[in-house]
């Protein structure tokens, strides 16, 4: 069986990387005492960062940053997740009333929204490299491959009730659809096919086509101030702010199957195990027991004067167990996959694809196979299985890898370019040098 994806959702977000303690941490973007209150996952505060009036949190894949999107003051913070202080206050291109920043899986670029235009952060230098000109911006996110930025507008712009279709890579806005007023907040699906658009006004969630961006349907009697998926999709988790609510989406049916009263929900973030959903709220944050049949508050987590976004980091423990397990081939269309550690050739390994994982999405510069990087040349695309899937083969210098005679298995491990961490591996048979001169 598959393990579930780790995905890094465009709103107060779930993030797998390691944290200093080893366990997962929530980071709470606190408005009112501007700064961003740091505890574990039982409510017991670790510490905080100073910041300014901090509405939205999203934190680097490494885990090593975090950045707040500052509600007043035309900056964005850059954290040091490590020593607890704010490294830099980049005041310089970020617009007014910014509400949220969506991260590229990779943390090298950042979209704020703001009601004056899109800034854009490069993570390297920590400084705003360009702008997307779209006023009245409430919520920015991206799709899973990263090449797509979509942009809802809230009701204070002249186009209020529209959202927008930008390419991340050049900020060119492909297209803009005007829908109903009052769009809060948006989130896309684990394929990357469909875009649920939150609408205030008319208490609706409409679903489009992230390709033609054409309507495909909606969830009456909801909305969301912010919404979360979870990894396998099936579920959709909306704070209706203005109902009190905490809703829950089957989107198989596209139906509100749960409605938990929680008093002024904003943010929201899954425990790595997705037992647990925890919403900032007037009340604090909320911890809702999803494992219960009754999915209700078992408590609140306190110490906060104006919690909005929430973040977790979960611990390398966690991260190591969601790794999605693939299936390889090490030099496929061989018999017994011999390895002849004194060759100075290489050694062919293909990644396979299946209904659940696509091969195409890996990043190889990620990829490490038995301690080995793979060439640089000769990474290819093709159905190497022979089940119509294109799998990816990647060549490794033989003299690179790390295997032992008497090795019986290699394994490989990556991310794909959305973030999600995979392994896998397969019998290799290291040949002795007796038995190569023999096979001579």
Request: hydrophobic share 40%; aromatic share 8%; with cysteine.
């Amino acid at each position: 069986m598959r393990g579930p994806r780790v995905v890094i959702f465009g709103l107060a977000f779930l993030l797998f990387a390691t944290g200093a303690t080893g366990a997962p941490l929530l980071y709470v973007a606190d408005q009112g005492a501007w700064n961003v209150v740091v505890m574990d996952l039982e409510g017991n505060a670790l510490g905080s960062i100073a910041g300014v009036t901090p509405y939205g949190i999203s934190i680097t894949p490494d885990g090593t940053k975090a950045y707040t999107a500052n509600w007043q003051n035309l900056t964005c913070s850059v954290l040091d997740l490590t020593a607890y202080t704010e490294m830099k206050r980049i005041d310089q291109g970020v617009g007014a009333y910014a509400q949220h920043i969506a991260l590229t899986s990779d943390g090298k670029r950042g979209y704020v929204a703001t009601d004056w235009w899109i800034s854009v952060i490069d993570t390297t230098t920590d400084t705003v490299i360009d702008y997307i000109p779209l006023e009245g911006v409430s919520y920015t996110t991206l799709s899973p491959d990263g090449n797509w930025l979509f942009a809802t507008y809230n009701c204070n712009n002249p186009y209020a009730g529209s959202f927008a279709k930008i390419n991340a890579a050049t900020g060119y806005i492909e297209a803009r659809v005007n829908y109903t007023p009052h769009l809060t907040s948006a989130v896309v699906s684990q394929d990357g096919a469909r875009l649920y658009v939150s609408s205030q006004s008319d208490n609706r969630i409409y679903i489009f086509s992230t390709d033609t961006l054409g309507w495909e349907g909606w969830v009456e009697g909801a909305h969301g101030l912010r919404m979360l998926l979870s990894r396998d999709g099936t579920r959709l988790y909306v704070t209706n702010n203005t109902g009190n609510l905490l809703q829950v989406i089957d989107t198989g049916t596209n139906s509100v199957i749960n409605s938990i009263p929680i008093a002024g929900p904003v943010g929201l973030a899954l425990t790595p195990d997705e037992s647990r959903l925890l919403v900032s709220c007037d009340l604090g944050v909320a911890v809702i027991d999803l494992a219960s049949q009754s999915q209700s508050v078992t408590k609140y987590l306190g110490g906060f004067t104006q919690p909005k976004e929430i973040a977790i980091l979960a611990g390398p423990e966690v991260a190591e167990v969601l790794q999605v397990a693939i299936d390889i081939r090490i030099k496929p269309g061989g018999h017994r996959n011999p390895i002849n550690l004194k060759s100075k050739g290489k050694v062919p390994v293909a990644i396979l694809s299946d209904a659940t994982f696509d091969a195409a999405t890996v990043d190889p510069s990620t990829v490490v196979f038995a301690g080995a990087s793979p060439r640089s040349i000769g990474t290819s695309l093709e159905d190497v299985s022979g089940d119509g899937l294109l799998d990816m083969v990647l060549h490794f210098r033989t003299q690179d890898l790390t295997l032992q005679p008497g090795d019986t298995e290699a394994c490989l491990s990556g991310q794909t370019t959305n973030g999600q961490a995979f392994t896998g591996c397969g019998s290799v048979h290291i040949i002795k040098w007796e038995e190569h001169k023999r096979c001579k």
